[in-house]
T-cell receptor, first 111, second 115 residues
Framework: DAKTTQPTSMDCAEGRAANLPCNHS???????VYWYRQIHSQGPQYIIH???NNETNEMASLIITEDRKSSTLILPHATLRDTAVYYC????????????FGAGTTVTVRA | KAGVTQTPRYLIKTRGQQVTLSCSPI?????VSWYQQTPGQGLQFLFE???????NKGNFPGRFSGRQFSNSRSEMNVSTLELGDSALYLC??????????????FGQGTRLTVV
């Protein structure tokens, strides 16, 4: 699987949009970009994933650049409950049946 | 529907003992995978089971083992516990296993402390 690079930490004001960048410059054509988050001492929670088109669901939006070398997860109106570690993961179609987590970005939403 | 259930939530064991952790996947899900999370190593893949067969295994010593039952419930066992085995053990389930376009649902984890 392609490696990802994320900032170690970032702060966000409550009610504002949080834009979380992820660099995956070695991504190949059959790799999906996934985002999970982990609130302190809980299991990771799936947020969203995409291949090359932008995606939106009730939790977030995923913007993937045209060359697919980077992406941005957007939390449109951050709340205190969005404080968590956010993981960007790229996965190849080969069946390895696992997620390879990096260090992620620690996002702190401040009132 | 009910989520992924892991039991127990907390466990304290002594070095040298063994421990068994349990995971009940979401109803209808046939794939169960296990992860270890420590402050130093982060989240690391242990193994994945589907229809009672292990399909992939992470880079852990043989003291770590698992199995899956016909009802898809899974257990993992750690023998001869070491202090370094203290961690949050997470279980994830998915319908057929993590292909490229599927999501995993995680349980709350079992916090194991080895003293």
């Amino acid at each position: 699987d392609a490696k990802t690079t994320q900032p170690t930490s970032m702060d966000c004001a409550e009610g504002r949009a949080a834009n979380l960048p992820c660099n995956h410059s070695t991504i190949s054509g059959n790799e999906y970009v996934y985002w999970y988050r982990q609130i302190h001492s809980q299991g990771p929670q799936y947020i969203i994933h995409g291949l090359k088109n932008n995606e939106t669901n009730e939790m977030a939006s995923l913007i993937i650049t045209e060359d697919r070398k980077s992406s941005t997860l957007i939390l449109p109106h951050a709340t205190l409950r969005d404080t968590a570690v956010y993981y960007c993961i790229v996965r190849v179609t080969a069946n390895d049946y696992k997620l390879s987590f990096g260090a992620g970005t620690t996002v702190t939403v401040r009132a | 529907k009910a989520g992924v259930t892991q039991t127990p939530r907390y466990l304290i064991k002594t070095r040298g003992q063994q421990v068994t952790l349990s995971c009940s996947p979401i109803s209808g899900h046939r794939s169960v995978s296990w992860y270890q999370q420590t402050p130093g190593q982060g989240l690391q893949f242990l193994f994945e089971y589907f229809s009672e067969t292990q399909r992939n295994k992470g880079n852990f010593p043989g003291r770590f083992s698992g199995r899956q039952f016909s009802n898809s419930r899974s257990e993992m066992n750690v023998s001869t516990l070491e202090l370094g085995d203290s961690a949050l053990y997470l279980c994830a389930s998915s319908f057929l296993g993590l292909g490229a376009n599927t999501e995993a649902f995680f349980g709350q984890g079992t916090r194991l402390t080895v003293v």
